[in-house]
Nanobody, 122 residues
Framework: QVQLVESGGGLVQAGDSLTLTCAAS????????MGWYRQAPGKQRALVAS???????NFADSVKGRFTISGSNAKDTVELQMNSLKPADTAVYIC????????????????WGKGTLVTVSS
């Protein structure tokens, strides 16, 4: 199993910056993609940004130009740098990973962290 631990959430004001970090303990799994989702009250979980060995970086339209994602799949870590934060960015941010079992299972599996709260005040 892959365990994901998020950190870096907190309370900030509009216009501030914040960096979230996700660390994966992958065991015998090989992580091939990691990313961040978010879920605001009353809304569905949505992709924020991801790193994927197959197609690189992806961003939600609402954060393009403001957020960046970096890290290493080989190191099983990822950072989400959030700039020019808006109250609309307030949500629980959840780390996700896609991984392959080193025991020759050809199908990847998906894992989720518990989430970290980001609150942006006006």
């Amino acid at each position: 199993q892959v365990q994901l631990v998020e950190s870096g959430g907190g309370l900030v004001q509009a216009g501030d910056s914040l960096t979230l970090t996700c660390a994966a303990s992958s065991g015998d799994f090989r992580v091939i993609a990691m990313g961040w989702y978010r879920q605001a009250p009353g809304k569905q979980r949505a992709l924020v940004a991801s790193l994927d060995i197959r197609d690189g970086r992806n961003f939600a339209d609402s954060v393009k130009g403001r957020f960046t994602i970096s890290g290493s799949n080989a190191k099983d870590t990822v950072e989400l740098q959030m700039n020019s934060l808006k109250p609309a960015d307030t949500a629980v941010y959840i780390c996700a990973a896609e991984a392959l079992d080193s025991g020759c299972d050809p199908s990847s599996k998906e894992f989720w962290g518990k989430g970290t709260l980001v609150t942006v005040s006006s």
